[in-house]
């Protein structure tokens, strides 16, 4: 059967350009030199000029990235530790619903995460900021630290950790020490997801945000609505690519380590052979 | 070398460093192992032997630390472990798996119990060269455990569980990957090292002939309970159950019946005819034994031998084992026994061939007569 029909030429071009095309457009216009954003006028990188000079996205920026390290670090903890019960302690009384638990938010409207976060910070009397977001972002991203880091730990050799034990460890000189670094890729890989979640999250944030914490999405939403902007477009430009870099990071730090393992099991079987 | 043998089991004065007191363990319903009793004396070389599944792992992980007893305690030195941690026993286990730390160099798997010991810094290295030299792998310390071979990982693995100089040292299966003149000089060497630090340790083997070098006892071990403990050469030669004498070696079993017998001697009568043995004890007339002799101990000729006991057969089939040959022989009722001849001639030149009619013959001492 040939491949590349005229059909599944057509059919990927389309489903490509639909995904892609807004995203190049957006790329391609905070190079305009004009002001309009729909009229090209040449190439120009005085947007991203303005933008630096631009106090308000500024901040924002610096709320956001604070706010993504902070969330996504809390996240890799607890979601690390989740994975480490969940994979490890086998049956106990409940283990079906903490399980469930765990990954409910996956599926939870961020509409009904953030609502609900917003009520239980009112009703405890947090004043909103920036540590509220990184609260409800530690909490919504957890969930994917967890599901990336216990798939790792389903395949980790138990008893790597009990030959650590067996030679003087305590229990946690042996996680520190033999099965963090083992699967420290996928920790890794879990924050990188945790921080890019965390930096392009509209909704939960507007929820939990108060006056005195905007992030970029938030900022780039509430300009929106005056008009789009070039600067818009640049801002947007650079989100989507610190994005692209978390994302396609994260996915080489797992694939590599997917690969150095199968090399490895091979020359020990080649070595044994 | 002292001159009197080393026998502690043997001495009512001695205390025994490790006791199992009627330790069971279950898995869920499952019952791993089964009311078990057992003393290791200090600086025995206990080995365990059993089938695959009958419990040994689990017996020892239970000395280690990673498994608590369902019921029955153990005790090291007098001293009740179970409430002493994994990390805080005197005790170290080389894993059946290796359990080698794929993150860190050879030399610094061997270094890492070392570090978390109270010996000094300085002397880690030393150690860990000395360590490396004894298990030849002084050129791979560099190495991942993944770039050496399976062969050299288990000596690392050794190496790392030695390294420490615990008091018990438990091995699981530590020889099984390597060929056998390595496994030979890991032998001796593990002998040599007992020798001079008298750690006890204990053993799990699945090569009897390993256990019958090394080990100062062996015990045989069947779906969770100990079938026999003895020596080497007691094990062998005087097995007190049919399963133990077929686990260890080669056996033939011939079912009887006792037709008379005194404290020394008593008439067994099977379908090939009559076996005069002797016994452990008087056996009343009709008891149903077993009567177990060991196919080295039979001696095959073309005539009719002065024997107490002889028997005569054909030649069914000749398996060729290098030094020995094992002839299987079917005597005239149709059973089957087994016999084996030095093959001190060629091949070529053996005396007898297939369906050779042959008398098998054998000493009222050779056999053993079990009960059970
Ligand atoms: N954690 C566990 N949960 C349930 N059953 C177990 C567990 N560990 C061991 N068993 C069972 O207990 C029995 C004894 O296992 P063990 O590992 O001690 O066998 P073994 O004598 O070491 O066998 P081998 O010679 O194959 O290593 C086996 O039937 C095994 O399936
Ligand atoms: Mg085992």
Same mark, same amino acid.
């Given at each position: 059967?040939?491949?590349?029909?005229?059909?599944?030429?057509?059919?990927?071009?389309?489903?490509?350009?639909?995904?892609?095309?807004?995203?190049?457009?957006?790329?391609?216009?905070?190079?305009?030199?004009?002001?309009l954003?729909?009229?090209?006028?040449?190439?120009?990188?005085k947007w991203?000029?303005?933008?630096?000079?631009?106090?308000?996205?500024?901040?924002?920026?610096?709320?956001?990235?604070?706010?993504?390290?902070?969330?996504?670090?809390?996240?890799?903890?607890?979601?690390?530790?989740?994975?480490?019960?969940?994979?490890?302690?086998?049956?106990?009384?409940?283990?079906?619903?903490?399980?469930?638990?765990i990954?409910?938010?996956?599926?939870?409207?961020?509409?009904?995460?953030?609502?609900?976060?917003?009520?239980?910070?009112?009703?405890?009397?947090v004043?909103?900021?920036?540590?509220?977001?990184?609260l409800?972002?530690?909490?919504?991203?957890?969930?994917?630290?967890?599901?990336?880091?216990?798939?790792?730990?389903?395949?980790?050799?138990?008893?790597?950790?009990?030959?650590?034990?067996?030679?003087?460890?305590?229990?946690?000189?042996?996680?520190?020490?033999?099965?963090?670094?083992?699967?420290?890729?996928?920790?890794?890989?879990?924050?990188l997801?945790?921080?890019?979640?965390?930096?392009?999250d509209?909704?939960?944030?507007?929820?939990?945000?108060?006056?005195?914490?905007?992030?970029?999405?938030?900022?780039?939403?509430?300009?929106?609505?005056?008009?789009?902007?070039?600067?818009i477009?640049?801002?947007?430009?650079?989100?989507?690519?610190?994005?692209?870099?978390?994302?396609?990071?994260?996915?080489?730090?797992?694939?590599r380590?997917?690969?150095?393992?199968?090399?490895?099991?091979?020359?020990?079987?080649?070595?044994?052979? | 070398?002292?001159?009197?043998?080393?026998?502690?089991?043997?001495?009512?004065?001695?205390?025994?460093?490790?006791r199992?007191?009627?330790?069971?363990?279950?898995?869920?319903?499952?019952?791993?192992?089964?009311?078990?009793?057992l003393?290791?004396?200090?600086?025995?070389?206990?080995?365990?032997?059993?089938a695959?599944?009958?419990?040994?792992?689990?017996?020892?992980?239970?000395l280690?630390?990673?498994?608590?007893?369902?019921?029955?305690r153990?005790?090291?030195?007098?001293?009740?472990?179970?409430?002493?941690?994994?990390?805080?026993?005197?005790?170290?286990?080389?894993?059946?798996?290796?359990?080698?730390?794929?993150?860190?160099?050879?030399?610094?798997?061997?270094?890492?119990?070392?570090?978390?010991?109270?010996?000094?810094?300085?002397?880690?290295?030393?150690r860990?060269?000395?360590?490396?030299?004894?298990?030849?792998?002084?050129?791979?310390?560099?190495?991942?455990?993944h770039?050496?071979?399976?062969?050299?990982?288990?000596?690392?693995?050794?190496?790392?569980?030695?390294?420490?100089?615990?008091?018990?040292l438990?091995?699981?299966?530590?020889?099984?990957?390597?060929?056998?003149?390595?496994?030979?000089?890991?032998?001796?060497?593990?002998?040599?090292?007992?020798?001079?630090?008298?750690? #006890?340790?204990?053993?799990?083997?699945?090569?009897? /002939?390993?256990?019958?070098?090394? +080990? !100062?006892?062996?015990?045989?071990? %069947? &779906?969770?309970?100990?079938?026999?403990?003895?020596?080497?050469?007691?094990?062998?030669?005087?097995?007190?159950?049919?399963?133990?004498?077929?686990?260890?070696?080669?056996?033939?079993?011939?079912?009887?019946?006792?037709?008379?017998?005194?404290?020394?001697?008593?008439?067994?009568?099977?379908?090939?005819?009559?076996?005069?043995?002797?016994?452990?004890?008087?056996?009343?007339?009709? #008891?149903?034994?077993?009567?177990?002799?060991?196919? /080295?101990?039979?001696?095959?000729? +073309? !005539?009719?031998?002065?024997?107490? %006991? &002889?028997?005569?057969?054909?030649?069914?089939?000749?398996?060729?084992l290098?030094?020995?040959?094992?002839?299987?022989?079917?005597?005239?009722?149709?059973?089957?026994?087994?016999?084996?001849?030095?093959?001190?001639?060629?091949?070529?030149?053996?005396?007898?061939?297939?369906?050779?009619?042959?008398?098998?013959?054998?000493?009222?001492?050779?056999?053993?007569?079990?009960?059970?």
């Amino acid at each position: 059967m040939k491949r590349f029909t005229l059909f599944n030429i057509t059919s990927l071009t389309l489903g490509f350009a639909f995904l892609y095309v807004p995203i190049l457009i957006l790329i391609i216009f905070s190079f305009n030199a004009s002001r309009l954003v729909t009229v090209w006028a040449g190439f120009s990188t005085k947007w991203y000029g303005k933008l630096l000079q631009n106090e308000a996205f500024l901040d924002a920026a610096w709320v956001t990235l604070k706010v993504g390290i902070l969330s996504s670090c809390i996240a890799t903890v607890l979601g690390t530790a989740a994975a480490m019960v969940m994979v490890r302690s086998g049956k106990f009384f409940g283990r079906t619903l903490f399980s469930g638990m765990i990954y409910a938010p996956l599926v939870m409207p961020e509409v009904i995460t953030g609502l609900s976060l917003l009520l239980l910070f009112i009703s405890l009397g947090v004043e909103r900021g920036v540590m509220t977001i990184v609260l409800a972002h530690a909490t919504f991203s957890m969930c994917y630290v967890s599901v990336v880091v216990s798939s790792r730990l389903v395949s980790f050799d138990q008893s790597l950790e009990e030959a650590a034990l067996d030679l003087g460890c305590s229990q946690f000189d042996a996680f520190k020490s033999v099965t963090l670094p083992i699967i420290a890729p996928a920790v890794i890989s879990g924050w990188l997801l945790a921080f890019t979640l965390s930096l392009d999250d509209l909704v939960i944030a507007s929820f939990t945000t108060g006056p005195s914490a905007t992030t970029l999405p938030i900022k780039i939403y509430s300009a929106v609505r005056l008009g789009v902007s070039p600067e818009i477009n640049a801002l947007s430009t650079l989100l989507i690519g610190a994005v692209t870099i978390g994302v396609i990071t994260a996915s080489l730090v797992t694939k590599r380590a997917a690969v150095h393992r199968k090399r490895h099991e091979e020359m020990a079987r080649q070595a044994e052979g | 070398m002292s001159t009197d043998p080393f026998r502690p089991w043997e001495d009512p004065q001695a205390t025994p460093l490790i006791r199992f007191e009627n330790v069971t363990k279950r898995f869920g319903a499952f019952v791993a192992v089964d009311n078990l009793s057992l003393d290791i004396y200090e600086k025995e070389f206990f080995a365990l032997l059993g089938a695959s599944g009958c419990g040994k792992t689990t017996l020892m992980r239970m000395l280690a630390g990673f498994e608590k007893p369902t019921e029955g305690r153990i005790t090291l030195n007098g001293v009740d472990i179970a409430p002493i941690p994994v990390n805080k026993r005197d005790i170290n286990m080389m894993f059946q798996s290796y359990a080698l730390f794929p993150h860190l160099t050879v030399a610094d798997n061997i270094a890492f119990g070392l570090k978390r010991s109270d010996m000094p810094k300085a002397e880690i290295a030393g150690r860990v060269d000395e360590m490396l030299n004894l298990v030849q792998l002084s050129q791979f310390a560099k190495r991942k455990p993944h770039q050496i071979s399976g062969g050299q990982r288990q000596r690392v693995a050794l190496a790392r569980s030695l390294a420490r100089n615990p008091k018990v040292l438990l091995l699981d299966e530590p020889l099984a990957a390597l060929d056998k003149k390595l496994r030979q000089e890991t032998q001796f060497e593990l002998m040599d090292i007992q020798g001079k630090l008298g750690t #006890t340790f204990m053993i799990v083997t699945h090569d009897q /002939e390993e256990a019958m070098t090394v +080990a !100062s006892r062996v015990a045989v071990m %069947n &779906a969770g309970v100990i079938k026999q403990i003895a020596t080497p050469d007691a094990i062998y030669e005087r097995p007190n159950s049919a399963y133990v004498a077929d686990f260890i070696g080669e056996v033939n079993l011939i079912d009887g019946k006792v037709t008379s017998g005194t404290e020394k001697s008593c008439k067994i009568i099977w379908q090939g005819g009559t076996i005069t043995a002797q016994p452990r004890a008087k056996l009343a007339k009709g #008891t149903e034994v077993r009567y177990a002799i060991r196919p /080295e101990k039979v001696v095959i000729s +073309a !005539s009719k031998p002065e024997a107490t %006991n &002889a028997i005569k057969g054909k030649v069914l089939d000749i398996a060729y084992l290098g030094n020995i040959s094992t002839y299987h022989v079917e005597t005239d009722s149709g059973q089957i026994i087994k016999a084996q001849l030095t093959n001190v001639r060629r091949l070529s030149q053996r005396s007898f061939a297939w369906e050779d009619p042959v008398w098998l013959s054998w000493t009222e001492t050779a056999g053993i007569v079990l009960t059970e």
